[in-house]
């Protein structure tokens, strides 16, 4: 424990401020560095996690119908998996036309192996997807 006179001849021999750290403690906590240069990195700490955050926020939909081809299917599998590796958000829709709504039984059933391969690269918003109007939605987070 140094007396504050002591520290401000101190840092004004090393020609650096006196940072206040903890004023809750008794006494103070005070630290000797460049204050200048704390502001830099914290701005630039800020500006990195700002960036971060707006990755993730960032989210892809790919869209499904029941008559949906092999070759087609595995390339939206794979698509939605390469989203989920670089950290977007997913939304999978699967969309009903005419009369496959009176079949929504075969819907479900192509969403519930949709969701088994997409299982192990993400997480789901909701254990059971939700038939909204005409589509049927489910959202996953990267893992």
Do not use: C, W
């Not at 401020?17 to 004023?23: K, P």
């Not at 949906?68 to 794979?78: A, G, M, P, S």
């Amino acid at each position: 424990m140094v007396p504050l006179f002591k520290a401000r001849e101190l840092a004004l021999q090393a020609g650096l401020d006196l940072v206040l750290v903890s004023d809750r403690s008794v006494p103070p906590v005070v630290r000797i560095m460049d204050y200048g240069k704390l502001q830099y990195e914290q701005k630039k700490s800020q500006k990195i996690q700002r960036k971060n955050n707006a990755a993730a926020q960032k989210s892809k939909e790919v869209k499904f119908h029941i008559n949906v081809d092999t070759n087609d299917y595995d390339l939206k599998i794979r698509r939605s998996l390469d989203f989920l590796e670089k950290g977007y958000k997913l939304k999978i829709t699967l969309q009903l036309r005419g009369r496959e709504m009176a079949h929504p039984e075969l819907a479900y059933e192509l969403m519930e192996k949709i969701m088994a391969e997409i299982a192990p690269h993400g997480e789901p918003d909701t254990l059971k997807p939700k038939l909204i109007g005409r589509t049927i939605m489910v959202g996953y987070s990267p893992k």
